[in-house]
């Protein structure tokens, strides 16, 4: 009897877990539903006579139990980034024992943002409003055996611009409104694909320079035009019809012609400065003056560390550019009427010698400055004046002349200044 008694119990012990298993999947028994459970007893007495059979029964009525029961129509979807009218779809289900109504919160979803909502195919502007008329008996939805009822809702969303390449989730909970504390949650994903893109600008910049010691500079933007965010390797480069006329000097304070950008928003930004030389001579032994006219390129190459296709480059065409001064000299009369020319002078004439300063003109030419002029006048003439055409002239010396213009000449300009003499 003992053993028998432990078989059983061990029998027992392997048979309860499939009988929770099936019950935990068996429909929940309906609200209101009255289950009688009625015992019956026969016996006899001491001399086998049958007595009627007795009975007694006891009667328990279930209870409401909530079932929230939200599903998410597809798993992820896939707008573009900057779009509107966008739509996701979520079932509301009851998986309760009894008719109930329900209610809907939406979390906070960073780069989605809900603009309408539909039920069953009636459109509400905003969530209280859907809420309320979720609460409305025509919107209850009962347990009926095995499926229940349920309901559609429509989500109509826009994506933030800059969000591609990321993955957003979006919730919604569903709380029975008869049992505030029963709530469950669906969450379906959005994912913008990444479009890729970069700008650099300028682009097809000019600069007329003049050679010198210190250094230019030109300040490059890379752009991420793309709607992800990205870094961008970059690459300065120069080329030049005249190698050496222009040579980079610093990158973004750096001694390099490479670089990385820190990563960059969509829509962000970033500057590298590019500092470089106009350099007056090229080579040694013996060195070449760069002519005016000379052009060189400086590019700025940008390409995406996400996806290594993608590039885009700004230039920068660097013209040199000089002062270009001649100088003419000629005798005139002393009334000024007529150059000399071959005429022949007299011991005791006067005569004025008139010098001039051009500055070449064009495109490659610019302004000169600091012009001295220095006559030395020979043994045979005696220094009497000088004068200037206009203001601007300082002039010292008697046996040699010298004239400086103060300012600058500018390109095409002419200045000239007379020196009276007198034949000895």
């Known amino acids: 009897?003992?053993?028998?008694?432990?078989?059983?119990?061990?029998?027992?012990?392997?048979?309860?877990?499939?009988?929770?298993?099936?019950?935990?999947?068996?429909?929940?028994?309906?609200?209101?539903?009255?289950?009688?459970?009625?015992?019956?007893?026969?016996?006899?007495?001491?001399?086998?006579?049958?007595?009627?059979?007795?009975?007694?029964?006891?009667?328990?009525?279930?209870?409401?139990?909530?079932?929230?029961?939200?599903?998410?129509?597809?798993?992820?979807?896939?707008?573009?980034?900057?779009?509107t009218g966008n739509t996701m779809t979520f079932t509301l289900g009851n998986n309760g024992n009894g008719t109930d109504n329900f209610v809907i919160g939406e979390p906070a979803h960073a780069g989605v943002t809900v603009t309408s909502y539909s039920y069953n195919g009636t459109s509400y502007a905003s969530l209280s409003a859907?809420?309320?008329?979720?609460?409305?008996?025509?919107?209850?939805?009962?347990?009926?055996?095995?499926?229940?009822?349920?309901?559609?809702?429509?989500?109509?969303?826009?994506?933030?611009a800059g969000t591609g390449g990321t993955s957003i989730p979006v919730s919604i909970t569903q709380t029975s409104v008869r049992t505030s504390s029963?709530?469950?949650?669906?969450?379906?994903?959005?994912?913008?694909?990444?479009?890729?893109?970069?700008?650099?600008?300028?682009?097809?910049?000019?600069?007329?320079?003049?050679?010198?010691?210190?250094?230019?500079?030109?300040?490059?933007?890379?752009?991420?035009?793309?709607?992800a965010s990205d870094s961008y390797?970059?690459?300065?480069?120069?080329?030049?019809?005249?190698?050496?006329?222009?040579?980079?000097?610093?990158?973004?304070?750096?001694?390099?012609?490479?670089?990385?950008?820190?990563?960059?928003?969509?829509?962000s930004a970033a500057s590298v400065v590019v500092t470089y030389f106009v350099n007056n001579t090229v080579g040694s032994a013996p060195a070449v003056t760069v002519p005016a006219g000379t052009t060189a390129s400086i590019t700025l190459t940008a390409k995406s560390t996400a996806l290594g296709t993608i590039t885009d480059g700004g230039d920068l065409t660097v013209t040199v550019v000089r002062a270009a001064v001649t100088m003419t000299k000629v005798a005139y009369l002393d009334d000024l009427s007529a150059p000399v020319g071959a005429s022949l002078v007299l011991p005791g004439q006067y005569l004025q010698y008139r010098i001039t300063v051009s500055n070449a003109s064009g495109a490659t030419a610019v302004a000169a400055s600091n012009i001295a002029v220095s006559d030395a006048l020979p043994a045979e003439v005696t220094y009497d004046s000088v004068s200037g055409d206009l203001p601007g002239w300082t002039f010292t010396g008697t046996t040699t002349v010298t004239a400086n213009l103060s300012g600058t000449l500018a390109a095409g300009a002419s200045r000239f200044f007379y020196i009276r003499v007198r034949v000895r």
């Open 1 to 83: 009897m003992t053993r028998t008694l432990k078989r059983l119990a061990l029998a027992g012990l392997f048979l309860l877990p499939m009988s929770a298993t099936r019950l935990a999947a068996q429909t929940p028994t309906p609200e209101g539903t009255v289950i009688t459970n009625t015992a019956q007893a026969t016996f006899t007495d001491a001399n086998g006579n049958a007595y009627p059979t007795v009975s007694a029964s006891s009667a328990v009525t279930v209870g409401f139990l909530a079932g929230p029961n939200p599903t998410a129509a597809a798993a992820t979807a896939t707008p573009g980034t900057g779009t």
């Open 130 to 160: 859907l809420n309320t008329a979720l609460a409305l008996s025509g919107n209850a939805l009962t347990r009926a055996g095995t499926a229940g009822s349920s309901g559609t809702l429509v989500l109509t969303y826009s994506v933030a």
């Open 182 to 227: 029963a709530t469950a949650s669906a969450t379906t994903t959005v994912n913008p694909p990444a479009a890729r893109s970069v700008s650099v600008t300028p682009d097809a910049a000019t600069q007329s320079l003049m050679p010198r010691g210190t250094v230019y500079s030109q300040t490059f933007t890379i752009t991420n035009s793309g709607n």
């Open 233 to 267: 390797d970059f690459t300065v480069g120069v080329s030049s019809g005249m190698t050496g006329s222009v040579t980079i000097s610093t990158v973004d304070g750096a001694a390099a012609t490479t670089g990385t950008t820190a990563t960059l928003a969509a829509g």
